[in-house]
């Protein structure tokens, strides 16, 4: 399966969506959320070999694997706050969405802190360092 067929199940699951939101409006967002967790489940099978080589490649560059953790956690908190902020503007909840999604950056910056944390000890130590040699 490529991108075309993503493609082609999404448009005709918002087709069918919007045929079904006319008669039976909470059966219109359940075609909507299925087709969203058919083809999450399809992007995530196919980003498994590519988060294998990235794992890998962050390992190999990487002083640290807790780096490469705090990557993927980010990329996974990134891909829930939207997929939720989503599911909310389907159902017409706009604010909602713009929570989950704040909800979400937030969450990324304090999974990042630590990260900030050691740049800005590193960039002291470098600072020192110059200014006694």
């Not at 075309?4 to 409006?25: D, E, M, N």
């Not at 988060?51 to 953790?69: K, M, V």
């Amino acid at each position: 399966m490529n991108a075309a067929a993503v493609v082609g199940i999404t448009v005709l699951a918002a087709f069918l969506a919007l045929l079904v939101r006319r008669h039976y409006p909470e059966y219109g967002m359940a075609v909507s959320l299925l087709a969203g967790m058919l083809v999450l489940g399809l992007v995530i099978g196919w980003a498994m070999p590519v988060i294998g080589r990235l794992q890998a490649l962050l390992e190999t560059a990487s002083p640290s694997p807790e780096y490469g953790l705090i990557v993927f956690k980010a990329l996974g908190i990134g891909l829930l706050a939207q997929l939720s902020a989503d599911a909310c503007r389907d159902a017409g909840e706009n604010a909602l969405a713009e929570k989950a999604e704040l909800a979400g950056k937030i969450s990324m910056l304090a999974l990042a802190l630590p990260l900030f944390e050691k740049i800005a000890e590193l960039a002291a130590e470098l600072m020192d360092g110059g200014g006694a040699g």
